[in-house]
């Protein structure tokens, strides 16, 4: 028997909206990212806030020992070309002082076992190159493949 404290996964909850901005802003900072906290912050909250509003929109938090170490955004995608829908996690981040713990792999078991039960044909993610998670092969090791025959586009729609 593991003495390992337990990975509690469930729904994010309003009075969750103050320790998942918290940890996104933490990851974010890491990787030099944050300018004007206070604006930052704000915009993480109302960005949080509007996937607890809008339908196909679910985030998902990890907890152990009663904090929060993870999280993960699933969003169900209508896809015709598919005939079916796709589920898109944005963003699967794990605390660094609590990555290789089974954090990552518990968010995304379920967030396979809702986009099933949705009906969504596949999930489909995005991960930096440069990432440690990538470089570790983590998501081969839990199950996806990489398309190299794809090119991840975006445009910036900022002033």
């Given at each position: 028997m593991s003495d390992a404290p337990e990975i509690v996964v469930r729904d994010v909850r309003s009075s969750d909206l103050t320790a998942l901005a918290d940890l996104i802003l933490a990851f974010r900072s890491e990787r030099g990212e944050i300018g004007d906290t206070a604006v930052e912050?704000?915009?993480?909250?109302?960005?949080?806030?509007?996937?607890?509003?809008?339908?196909?929109?679910?985030?998902?938090?990890?907890?152990?020992?009663?904090?929060?170490?993870?999280?993960?955004?699933?969003h169900l995608i209508p896809f015709p070309m598919l005939a079916a829908s796709e589920a898109y996690l944005s963003d699967l981040l794990v605390r660094s002082s609590?990555?290789?713990?089974?954090?990552?792999?518990?968010?995304?078991?379920?967030?396979?076992?809702?986009a099933r039960r949705s009906g969504c044909v596949r999930l489909m993610l995005n991960n930096r190159l440069?990432?440690?998670?990538?470089?570790?092969?983590?998501?081969?090791?839990?199950?996806?493949?990489?398309?190299?025959?794809?090119?991840n586009f975006i445009k910036p729609l900022e002033d």
């Open positions: 912050t704000e915009s993480v909250r109302q960005a949080i806030s509007r996937c607890q509003e809008l339908p196909g929109h679910e985030l998902i938090v990890a907890e152990r020992s009663g904090e929060m170490v993870g999280y993960v955004a699933l609590s990555r290789g713990a089974g954090i990552g792999t518990a968010l995304l078991a379920e967030a396979e076992r809702r440069a990432s440690e998670s990538y470089a570790r092969g983590f998501f081969g090791a839990v199950g996806f493949r990489e398309r190299r025959s794809f090119a």
